[in-house]
């Protein structure tokens, strides 16, 4: 008889996103002539730029040629893409060899993969609110999980307090949902906080390309010591518009051993063993991003959504409204006006403005009085959400 994994009947349903579609629906056919404006989308709106689309197109004909024609790829990645990789990360002063470089078909994946690497029996600290992927994953192979408390005295970047015992460390900055970046100097007590405990930092730097300011790092790489502590997960989705076209790329350090095992030899055997490789075509498109040309296009587009953070977070200074992130990140959180609780703000926001957000809540217990927007609109739509925010608020 087959025995099935009961850690699934652990899991709690995830309603958030359902909840919030049905609420509009209910609501959209209720009131036909209510133009509702989406500001809680999580994805990116605009096109792959030109440089990228050319790079896929160009390798799309290399497969309809005989000579040209690429079957199995390195489940790892294409060199050029490593080296690609690699010398973007040499801009941040972070030295890689090529093959601590494992290309993907995005960091979610990858986030939920790694775990094979690590036994059941590690706890596992996960930050409080965050994106659900780390809680549930592991959930799903039976870790415990000890929760780390974001909130407002801490400005959402909860750091060591001596308490947190842990063995694998969630890391996400710029984050998602709370926008909050951590500075060089937090971050380092964080890689001191894993080396003393031999713990093993999982890193999602997939908000990245979204990082203004200088004492935030790019990569958890840049801090001294973090090679024998962390993985980094990084994704082409926000930084290139790839969420439906799918790559990413996680690092592995040859420093990085436990138990006198290296996790980079475990990934690249977890890697050949369960994976055959991101497509070619897909692999060009990455590169492309890369090049003189890409890096000025996809600039442009990142360079368009921090517009439209600018246009929130002005909005909400103006209604003295207190908020969170929106300048190394994409997204915004903001404090509820008035102490009222997520759900509550989400239903005025939507009745009174016809505006769409996501209820802090949903990310966790902490999120409870906290709200999402985030800058994925257009310009237009984006200032028309905030005047009709503005005008409830007044
Ligand atoms: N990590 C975080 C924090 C995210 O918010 C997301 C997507 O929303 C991902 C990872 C997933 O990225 P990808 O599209 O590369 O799988």
Same mark, same amino acid.
């Given at each position: ?20 579609? &049905? ?25 792959? /730029? ?12 290399? %497969? ?57 029996? #590690? ?14 994953? !592991? ?11 974001? #909130? =407002? ?32 100097? %937090? ?7 894993? &080396? ?25 790489? =840049?801090?001294?010591?973090?090679? *024998? ?29 436990? *138990? ?15 994976? !055959? ?6 692999? &060009? ?7 003189? *040309? ?41 404090? /509820? ?42 310009? *237009? ?6 005047? &009709? ?6």
């Amino acid at each position: 008889m087959s025995r099935i994994n009961h850690n699934y009947d652990k899991l709690k349903p995830n309603y958030l996103f359902s909840d919030i579609a &049905r609420k509009v629906k209910e609501y959209q056919a209720e009131h036909p002539e209510a133009s509702i404006i989406r500001m809680g989308i999580g994805d990116v709106t605009r096109p792959i /730029c030109e440089a990228v689309t050319r790079a896929m197109s160009e390798a799309v004909l290399e %497969q309809s040629r005989q000579e040209t024609f690429h079957g199995y790829g390195d489940e790892q990645g294409y060199a050029f893409l490593q080296d690609a990789l690699k010398n973007y990360y040499a801009s941040f002063g972070v030295e890689l060899e090529r093959d601590e470089i494992f290309v993907s078909d995005g960091a979610k994946s990858d986030l939920g993969n790694i775990l094979d690497l690590f036994d059941a029996s #590690n706890t596992v600290l996960v930050p409080d609110p965050v994106y659900p992927v780390y809680a549930d994953t !592991n959930v799903m192979d039976g870790r415990k999980i000890v929760y780390l408390q974001a #909130n =407002e005295e801490n400005e959402f970047l909860p750091m060591p307090d001596g308490t947190a015992e842990a063995d694998l460390i969630y890391i996400c900055s710029p984050n998602n949902p709370t926008g909050a970046a951590y500075t060089r100097a %937090q971050l380092a007590d964080w890689v001191r906080f894993a &080396r003393e405990h031999r713990a093993v930092i999982l890193f999602d730097a997939a908000y990245e390309s979204f990082i203004v300011d200088s004492d935030i790092p790019h990569s958890i790489f =840049e801090l001294e010591g973090a090679k *024998e502590c962390a993985i980094e997960f990084g994704s082409f989705s926000k930084m290139a518009g790839f969420t439906g076209t799918r790559c990413g790329y996680t690092v592995v350090p040859k420093a990085l051993v436990r *138990e006198s095992m290296g996790l980079n030899g475990m990934w690249r055997r977890r890697q050949t063993t369960k994976f !055959n490789g991101v497509a070619y075509v897909v692999q &060009r498109g990455a590169a492309a991003v890369f090049t003189e *040309e890409g890096q000025r296009q996809i600039r442009e587009g990142i360079a368009y959504y921090q517009e439209n953070a600018k246009i929130i977070t002005n909005a909400l200074e103006s209604c003295g409204i207190k908020y969170f992130g929106g300048r190394n990140s994409p997204y915004i959180w903001l404090k /509820c006006p008035g102490g009222m609780r997520s759900w509550d703000f989400f239903d005025k926001l939507l009745t009174q403005a016809n505006v769409v957000g996501t209820p802090g809540e949903g990310f966790g217990k902490n999120g409870e009085g906290y709200f999402r927007l985030t800058s994925f609109s257009t310009h *237009e739509l984006t200032a028309e959400a905030m005047t &009709r925010l503005k005008s409830i608020l007044h």
